[in-house]
């Protein structure tokens, strides 16, 4: 059974495009994530749901937006995509307590051309 | 701003040797750091984690080792194993908000037979 799955695992769009990406956890935890992977490689936290509710909205712009109907999913719908959100997509959960690792999903990898 | 930085982008070790991989963090408010590996295709998986209270935290073959005054930390494999061969993220979190990681741009390690 997969903790963490992502899907689609590939997707490829045009520019201006509207996309959605699914989030689903298994794990029981309270907290879930949306990390962007860049072409640099850096993993950057771009949103945070603690039971339904946002508590992390890092300077993303609202072209993006998280959806969580329940604490094991938290969905990432984007609107009019541009080239510059071509990246992988990775979903994460934990439990509240960030002194616990942070589980991840395989990862979303969103080309747009 | 690049608050955890991972100087080397790649290294490359003998299997059965020690391999060293460095971190280095400039906001002191951090005080719990994690290790990730992360294989091709794959989403990160945790590895081990030391909390600013300790200076050394060991699991198997892994030690992480943590210096607050020189705001660095490593991580060693002993012995180095082919499997070990992947990217390794270094993450730190607190500061008040323990629901964020800022990640590391991370190390490609090849353990060689």
């Known amino acids: 059974d997969t903790a963490v799955s992502q899907t689609p695992k590939y997707l490829v769009t045009q520019m201006g495009n509207d996309k959605s990406i699914k989030c689903e956890q298994n794990?029981?935890?309270?907290?879930m994530y949306w990390y962007k992977q860049d072409s640099k490689k850096f993993l950057k936290i771009m949103f945070s749901y603690n039971n339904k509710e946002l508590i992390i909205n890092e300077t993303v712009p609202n072209r993006f937006s998280p959806k969580s109907p329940d604490k094991a999913h938290l969905n990432l719908h984007i609107n009019s995509l541009e080239l510059g959100d071509s990246a992988v997509y990775f979903c994460a959960s934990s439990q509240v307590d960030l002194r616990t690792e942070q589980f991840f999903g395989p990862g979303t990898r969103l080309t747009v051309l | 701003d690049q608050q955890v930085k991972q100087n080397s982008p790649s290294l490359s070790v003998q299997e059965g040797r020690i391999s060293i991989l460095n971190c280095d963090y400039t906001n002191s408010m951090f005080d719990y750091f994690l290790w990730y590996k992360k294989y091709p295709a794959e989403g990160p998986t945790f590895l081990i984690s030391i909390s600013s209270i300790k200076d050394k935290n060991e699991d198997g073959r892994f030690t992480v080792f943590l210096n607050k005054s020189a705001k660095h930390l490593s991580l060693h494999i002993v012995p180095s194993q082919p499997g070990d061969s992947a990217v390794y993220f270094c993450a730190a979190s607190g500061g008040g908000s323990n629901y964020k990681l800022t990640f590391g741009k991370g190390t490609l390690l090849t353990v060689n037979p």
């Open positions: 794990l029981g935890h309270d907290t």
